[in-house]
């Protein structure tokens, strides 16, 4: 079994990719695989949007091609990184709507900040903070979504927690991650990748489906999309907070 990751295993690798970014040189998705990262969002999308924000994109899907924002909406995006998703969120709500991004990387608020001046986008609030413990009131988004980082979480239950008390009721979270079948042990999945690679700390479906209808949610679905590894996918994850 790989040895247990820190939580500074994971942030001194999206530090160096925040890094690599605003070099303006090539990055590597968060699984080194060629389906993941900005070329999951559509030329439109990717058209508006500064460089270095699509540069750090180190996601495993497009969250926001499934969250059915609404406009005046308030979107929380968890892990924001270099803010390709934040901004995609603020412009689909508009003006009366808002979105949230947070990380607990300084290196990637700071890039992320850079690209939202650069994109004008003035209805975005970047949060320095940790996934398992918002900085934001209960019940204050309507919104959650995240692009393949709950995987990176050590304390996963405590994140799924804490999406369900920032939710409002009736509020919905569109994230995508990445999920193992449920048939490999903690054990197999380690041996498919590494931990801040987003692939050993990945749940399974029925862990998923199981953690958010524990916190509160309804109507929830775990959707593959495609494969990372063997018995390792690429998912999107839907869920309405009761």
């Known amino acids: 079994m790989a040895d247990s990751p820190t939580i500074d295993d994971v942030r001194d690798r999206y530090a160096a990719a925040a890094n690599a970014a605003d070099d303006t040189c090539c990055t590597t998705d968060c699984c080194s695989d060629g389906d993941f990262g900005s070329q999951l969002y559509s030329a439109e999308d990717i058209s508006v949007l500064p460089k270095t924000a699509t540069d750090a994109s180190l996601g495993c899907g497009n969250p926001t091609a499934v969250a059915e924002l609404r406009e005046g909406e308030t979107v929380l ?3 924001s990184g270099g803010g390709i998703d934040v901004l995609l969120s603020a412009a689909r709500v508009g003006p009366e709507g808002f979105a949230y991004g947070l990380d607990m990387t300084d290196e990637m608020l700071e890039l992320a900040r850079k690209n939202q001046r650069e994109a004008g986008a003035t209805n975005v609030e970047f949060l320095k903070g940790y996934i398992e413990d918002i900085p934001l009131p209960d019940a204050s988004v309507d919104v959650v979504i995240s ?4 995987n990176l979480s050590l304390d996963k239950p405590q994140v799924l927690s804490e999406i369900a008390r920032v939710v409002r009721p009736g509020g919905r979270i569109g994230i995508s991650d990445v999920v193992a079948e449920n048939h490999l042990s903690p054990d197999e999945r380690a041996e498919r990748g590494e ?3 987003c692939i050993a700390g990945a749940l399974s479906f029925e862990e998923y489906v199981t953690g958010l209808a524990d916190v509160g949610f309804t109507d929830v679905s775990v959707e593959p999309t495609h494969a990372v590894a063997d018995g390792m996918h690429s998912a999107i994850i839907r869920a309405v907070k009761a």
């Open 147 to 150: 692009n393949c980082v709950i």
């Open 195 to 197: 931990w801040v690679g």
């Open 77 to 79: 995006d968890l892990g």
